[in-house]
């Protein structure tokens, strides 16, 4: 969306945009090597970039510590290129595990990728290959590539440690973390389309991620027999997995609901997402918290909507209505 001011500014080099995700299946389960699902949601990230003085990242000067992902991609991209004022807007709620941090990577390295390289299309394998160094970049070492490939590739996307004889294996990614080296398989597949919603009902309430998965390993550490429940979260994972494959959206949801039962009792959930969770079931086909729990966010599967997201409003959460299945990483004209 190129633009001409009135005013003397430059114009509008490039617009990209990228959507967050939401996990269906298989938090937690994923860290030990079951399969993981998600998908991406309808709500997405815009990023504008316009020649400038100097970088800039709305109206702020472009600071490693505070921008560490666009640095690194600049660095990638653009380290000779003349500077560029950057525009982020969008409607990805920040830190609540919906992954606006990935959709920030994987926007701003197709805008930047688009100005280095203007004759070549969207590299999507190269492309969420480096947003998910710029996630591990900016988190310490220690990212897995869920939020990255599925805000790159959209529909939905699937994590397990082999591939899994569903959807279409797309990748492997690898990573150095300080506790040794991972592997992950990526999948991808393309839900049928269903009169079928996701309500996403955040509680406001920050948790950090590193903290609940430290406390699922202390869990299992005290009682080794507690892996039954990891591997339990993965046949339903794979069962889930199956349904949503054949458009069987009763059996998705139900799936969902056992999904949240089992991380529930492994310590998880808290006393907001249950009410949301509560909240939003008699509308819902099925429910449960996403990503790493405590507090973020709840995910219901829903006919109804409009119901369900009052539901989650008048038991004191906001909420958001998404579509399954919705396009990755993306120029705009
Ligand atoms: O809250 P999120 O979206 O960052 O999801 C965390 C998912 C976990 O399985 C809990 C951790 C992980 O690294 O996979």
């Not at 997405?44 to 560490?68: C, E, F, I, Q």
């Not at 609940?212 to 009682?223: E, G, K, P």
């Not at 819902?284 to 996403?290: D, F, H, P, Q, Y």
Request: hydrophobic share 40%; net charge negative.
């Amino acid at each position: 969306m190129p633009t001409h001011s009135s005013m003397g500014e430059e114009s509008t080099l490039v617009v990209a945009s990228a959507p967050g995700k939401c996990i269906l299946f298989g938090e937690h389960a994923v860290v030990y090597g079951q399969p993981a699902v998600a998908v991406a949601i309808e709500q997405r990230l815009t990023v504008s970039m316009t020649p400038a003085t100097s970088w800039s990242v709305d109206g702020s000067a472009l600071d490693a510590n505070k921008h560490p992902h666009i640095t690194m991609l600049r660095d990638i991209w653009l380290n000779e290129a003349p500077p560029m004022a950057l525009h982020i807007s969008g409607d990805i709620p920040r830190a609540s595990g919906l992954g606006s941090s990935a959709a920030l990577s994987s926007a701003v390295g197709a805008a930047m990728h688009h100005l280095a390289h203007p004759e070549k299309g969207i590299d999507r394998d190269g492309l969420s290959a480096l947003a998910h160094r710029a996630e591990a970049h900016a988190q310490g070492g220690r990212a897995s590539p869920m939020d990255a490939s599925t805000s790159v590739e959209g529909g939905v996307v699937v994590l397990s440690d082999h591939k899994e004889p569903i959807g279409k294996w797309i990748y492997t990614r690898q990573l150095t973390t300080p506790e040794g080296k991972r592997t992950w398989e990526v999948h991808k597949l393309t839900p049928q389309q269903d009169d079928i919603y996701l309500v996403l009902g955040n509680t406001g309430v920050h948790a950090s991620t590193s903290k609940q998965v430290a406390m699922v390993a202390d869990a299992l550490a005290a009682d080794p027999s507690r892996m039954n429940e990891i591997h339990a979260i993965g046949t339903i994972a794979r069962r889930g997995l199956a349904a949503l494959v054949q458009g069987d959206y009763e059996a998705v949801g139900h799936a969902m609901s056992e999904n949240h039962l089992l991380l529930r009792n492994l310590g998880v959930s808290s006393p907001e997402l249950e009410t949301l969770i509560r909240a939003a079931a008699p509308s819902s086909l099925g429910v449960k918290l996403t990503g790493a729990g405590g507090g973020g966010c709840m995910v219901a599967l829903t006919r109804e909507p409009k119901q369900t997201s009052e539901a989650i409003e008048l038991a004191g959460g906001r909420s958001l209505i998404s579509r399954l299945g919705n396009e990755g990483v993306r120029l705009e004209p």
